[in-house]
Each structure stands twice: as C-alpha cells, then as structure tokens.
C-alpha cells in the first residue's frame, strides 16, 4: 500500500476530490436546517396528528344514502303495519277458513296481517267456516256442522281453545258477525227454502229473525253504531244491497239493480261512511270491489283486472281491506291498501282460504 503522500503526488484527481469533499462538510449543516420538520410559528395550537390513516365518516343527514353491510343480512320485507296494537297486545291478526290441512275439510287457521305465522285453530271432522273475531280480540265465532251435519254456530275461546255451540235447531246457520259491544250475534238462517236474517245474545239465547224477505238474504256485519246491519238479498229477483235499522226492523234499499249484475258482501267501513262491496257492474261476470259512499251514494271501484273477488272486510283502522281472489286455481286471500290501491297476496297457496276476519 502505498503512503498518502504517494496519492496526493501521483494520481490527477486526487486534488479535485479534497475540494468538492471539503465543500460538502460545509453545505451539509445548511441542509440539515432546511430539510428538517416544519417549524410553528409560536403560539400557534398544535396541530394534532392522525393515529393511522383512515378517512372518517360524514354524519350528514341524506334522503337515501344508507351504508352498504360487508356481507349479506337477511332482512324482513318492508311491511307497514295496517292497525294499532290489538285489544291483549301482539300483531294484528287475520283468521280465515282453510282446507289446506287435507284438501278438502275447511278448518280455522290464523295468521299475522302481513300473512306470517300461519297457526291452525280448529281440529275437527267436521267442516269448520265462516270466522268473524270478536270486537274484544279474545273470541271468534263461526260456523260448522260438527254436531249432526247441521251447520251450527260456535263460540272459539282463543286463549283455552275450547268450543262452545250456540245454536242447536235443526235449520242451518252461517255467517256469524259480532255487534260493536260483543253483545250480539248477527247470523243467516235458513229454512223453508230461503235464507233470512237472525240476531241472538251472545250466549245463544234470545234468537230473533229480523228480516222476511221472501228470498235470500245474507248478513255482513253491523253499523258502527250497532243500529243498522248489511245485507245482500235477492227479494226483488236480482242480488241487490240494504241495510236495516234495527230499531224498527225497516230496510232501505242502498244499491239497486236493473239488470242482470250481481251486487253483494256489503260490510260497514270502521267510521260508518262507505260500504265496500263486490259487483260485476263494469266487468261482466268477473267481480271486482267497490267502495260506496253513504252520504252521496256514490261508487267507485277498488279493483279493475280479470279476477273474480268475494268476501272483503276493512281493517279496524280503515285503510286495508282483506279479500278473497283467485290464484293458481284456488282461493287465497289479499289485502288491498285503499289509498295505493296495491294488492298483497297475503296465504299464496295452492289450496282455498277463505272468509278473512281481523283482529
């Protein structure tokens, strides 16, 4: 190795690269000064500094940004509910009559409003029909021929289950409805030949014909006021619609027909304004829904499509209506919003279910 003299004598660039070291020993303070972190002007705040970087969230109150899961949820489909809590709280409940069970037996089953939680409520041999709920929520008449094949009307108690039969004469009865206070049952008797209007107490007793049409006469509920009742009859030779006044037992006819248009299942609105009813006034023989004003007797359709409709009844708040159409070759029950006008298909089975009720 040669000694450092030997270097600085014998090599050219030796020199030149003392001086360019030398001139960087002297910039590298300057440097430092100017590349090192931002100085704050004194008395400034600190500016805190971020733990990691993370874009925070906004919280600004927007119309539909929502934001979206990091992996699928199962969530309900969106469902207003039609009512206020029922008289012994839970959801509103719809009863109605069924063969689903064996195909050919009509039994009682219930189910929440939006058409969930199908439970059975009536085990028998016998052909059980025509539910209607007590205005209290706890019971529920209807009929069946399970005593002797005469079609009788029952009492459910919906919190035994046990049945009670209120009648017991030898002419068929369908079709019970509750009074507004549960005091009364308004029914459809039949005997010689036609079909009239009958009331009793709720216990069975007291059973008076109201009507004597000389037709058929079917019943669909009372007033709000428990002073008139609804009815179809056919006592002038053509289905049309009255109401009769309890107190005098007088009818006054609310839909006349001259032709040939069925107009039936008149049922009170919750206020006492309008009746809704089924006819095929507009669409000849295919039923659709009409609602019916009572102080301007006017009508207007619910329904305008190519499907017979049978046994609507409003919701306790009015703005449902629960009916009966055809699907997929059998009966199955709907509700209609009535300021939409949409319809929910609410059993979607391929066997019948039949005369809905609420709760």
């Not at 969106?78 to 009512?83: E, H, W």
Request: aromatic share 10%; net charge neutral; glycine share 6%.
């Amino acid at each position: 190795m040669k000694p450092l003299r030997t270097w600085f004598e014998e090599d050219e660039f030796v020199l030149p690269a003392v001086v360019l070291l030398a001139l960087l020993l002297l910039l590298f303070p300057f440097y430092k000064c100017q590349c090192g972190p931002r100085q704050k002007p004194a008395g400034a705040a600190p500016t805190p500094t971020p733990v990691a970087h993370i874009a925070q969230p906004t919280f600004t109150r927007t119309a539909t940004a929502t934001p979206r899961p990091r992996r699928p949820t199962r969530t309900a489909t969106a469902t207003a509910q039609p009512t206020p809590t029922p008289p012994g709280g839970g959801l509103r409940k719809i009863a109605f009559a069924s063969n689903r069970a064996d195909g050919r037996r009509y039994q009682l089953f219930m189910m929440d409003a939006d058409g969930r939680n199908v439970k059975r409520l009536t085990v028998s041999t016998a052909f059980d029909r025509d539910p209607h709920f007590s205005h209290d929520g706890r019971r529920v008449a209807f009929t069946s021929n399970r005593d002797g094949g005469i079609y009788q009307i029952h009492v459910l108690d919906l919190a035994t289950r046990q049945v009670r039969q209120l009648t017991t004469s030898l002419e068929d009865k369908t079709n019970p409805f509750w009074s507004p206070d549960d005091t009364k049952i308004l029914f459809t008797l039949y005997q010689k030949g036609s079909s009239e209007l009958a009331i009793m107490d709720r216990d069975g007793s007291h059973i008076s014909q109201i009507t004597s049409s000389f037709g058929d006469s079917h019943g669909y509920g009372f007033s709000p006021d428990g002073q008139m009742v609804s009815f179809e009859s056919t006592m002038h030779n053509r289905n049309e619609i009255f109401a009769l006044n309890l107190d005098n037992h007088q009818s006054v006819m609310l839909l006349q027909t001259d032709d040939k248009s069925y107009r039936g299942d008149p049922v009170f609105s919750p206020r006492g304004k309008y009746l809704v009813f089924s006819s095929d006034v507009l669409t000849p023989k295919v039923r659709q829904l009409y609602l019916y004003q009572l102080e301007t007797k006017e009508y207007f359709p619910l329904t305008q499509d190519l499907t017979d409709k049978d046994d609507p009844i409003f919701s306790p708040d009015g703005t449902l209506i629960a009916y009966v159409a055809m699907w997929e070759n059998a009966w199955n029950i709907f509700v209609l919003n009535i300021k939409t006008r949409e319809s929910a298909n609410l059993t979607q089975s391929y066997f019948d279910n039949v005369v809905p009720t609420w709760r």
